[in-house]
């Protein structure tokens, strides 16, 4: 087993669903993250919060194996993302991004994080992604996020993290975009050649694309009767993917197949409830069952 | 091994998408439903061409499982449509249907027909689906196909055709349509309801979702670099489930599953090229080599 660092997001969202509304509750992909990759491994989070975020919000990580020492706290207010969405759940509108303390934020890894073997870099500015990076001493597993904003907005910073990641981790409109390829397969190797090996490609309700040596791995999501709330789903996906990567022994194919799978299980849980509050309550037991769920869903013999 | 017996549209298609355009090319439901079936069992054809329809087009059944001996030939044109895809072939236009002789056609099944145990109703008027299940005398396995037209247009006698099959084979859309609930879950709970025991929804670039006692199957599409044309592939899929199904011995859940592999595999070669020809040269070889793909697509050892 080895630990996990991640620098990315932590935040107060406040968002609406068609079945519900919740203000001001915590939330950031490095949250997500770092809750979700805490059920297989230590997790190192990297990440910056205001004065407003106190010892009540801080409990999302308390009696978790997520090490705080590299979340600074700083004057200001924290990140605040307020959002909408349509009523089937498949787009969503922005009401707004308040950076606040990430509009400052320079990361600074404390002296115990800087071995860590396995990093995640979610979605941030590309230049902060490097900036961690660049600190931390000899990654064995690297893996990253990104978003429409940072292709467009950020091209030559983001190509150089691509340059330096072993995996992507991204939907398919952003695989589209970033390759400029409308096809997957031909985006997903127009994106290996930028430098991830390995690509995996969210597809939300219909679950997740992996290239492998030939052909692909294919995970389908589970067809889930209530969603309440699909925020966190993308990164409560890569936190259980990592995590489950770094609590093996080696990366091999069979492990990172199977850490989809983790991934994916992870990610049906969190839409169950709004923001955080089912991953806060799930068992070890609850989450064997849906691995179970999940090869069940899939599974056939040969023909 | 059973024999299977359908009844649908044979027609000539013409069609655009973004690789190319046919015209007046063989196609039709209940000819890509009998190509595909029969590379797997014996397929008893019911439907009606015009006298346009030579020997030249009656060589897609050339050679094939498919017995002729319901195949009307009457005076007039045969069904003809014309369809143009969008660029990213996820949505297409009907330039025309012109019906013809499908507008006055009386199924009548051939007296070597009607022990038939496993029928297969493509997409026709219900009223004509009915009449031919009225033909059969003791079918063991029934299933059929249906469209947004029927859906709206005669929802009763469509009602009375869900009370007599086992399986209905439906795209995402219809399911919803159907229902009217936009959760595919509880669309699948409403459809079941209405009779068939089996739901199978397709979801094209996505793959086919299966209900089963407990939860559901899911199998995902192969990733395809090139699609040259999607015409017919839910019919290639629906003719590889329903021939694996009648030549198993016994329909038993785990030979549903495989039915399902076994039409994806199918439906993933049909749109390779135009129309039936990627079908109609398609060997038993490469068919068993992309079942062995699909089974590496998508399996993983327990976690």
Chains 1, 2 share one sequence.
């Not at 969603?227 to 966190?232: F, K, L, M, N, R």
């Not at 709004?274 to 869903?297: A, I, N």
Request: aromatic share 10%; proline share 5%.
């Amino acid at each position: 087993m080895h630990p996990i660092l991640t620098v990315g997001s932590v935040a107060f969202d406040s968002l609406k669903t068609p079945f519900g509304e919740r203000s001001r509750i915590v939330g950031g992909a490095a949250t997500y993250f770092s809750v979700a990759a805490s059920f297989f491994t230590d997790v190192r989070l990297v990440a910056v919060v205001g004065e407003d975020f106190g010892e009540t919000e801080m409990e999302v990580f308390g009696g978790r194996r997520v090490d705080l020492a590299g979340l600074q706290r700083v004057d200001g207010e924290t990140f605040r993302w307020k959002g909408e969405y349509s009523s089937d759940l498949n787009s969503r509108e922005t009401i707004y991004t308040h950076l606040n303390v990430f509009e400052s934020f320079q990361p600074t890894l404390p002296e115990s994080y800087r071995p860590t073997p396995f990093v995640f870099l979610a979605n941030i500015h590309p230049a902060l992604q490097l900036d961690v990076l660049d600190q931390v001493e000899a990654p064995r597993f690297v893996a990253s996020d990104t978003m429409n904003f940072w292709i467009e907005g950020t091209p030559d910073e983001l190509r150089k993290v691509l340059t330096r990641v072993d995996a992507l981790v991204i939907n398919d409109e952003e695989a589209r975009q970033l390759s400029g390829e409308a096809n997957l397969v031909k985006a997903a190797r127009a994106i290996q050649g930028m430098g991830p090996k390995l690509l995996i490609i969210k597809r939300g309700e219909y679950g997740v694309l992996m290239t492998r040596e030939e052909g692909f791995f294919a995970a389908p999501a589970m067809p889930l009767e209530d969603v309440a709330d699909p925020t966190g789903a993308g990164d409560t996906f890569a936190g259980g993917f990592m995590g489950y990567l770094a609590s093996a022994d080696e990366v091999t194919e069979a492990v990172v197949i199977r850490a989809i799978i983790a991934g994916s299980a992870l990610a049906s849980f969190a839409v169950e409830d709004f923001g955080l509050d089912r991953l806060l309550r799930l068992t070890p037991e609850e989450l064997q069952s849906r691995f179970d769920y999940f090869k069940r869903l899939t599974h056939f013999e040969a023909l």
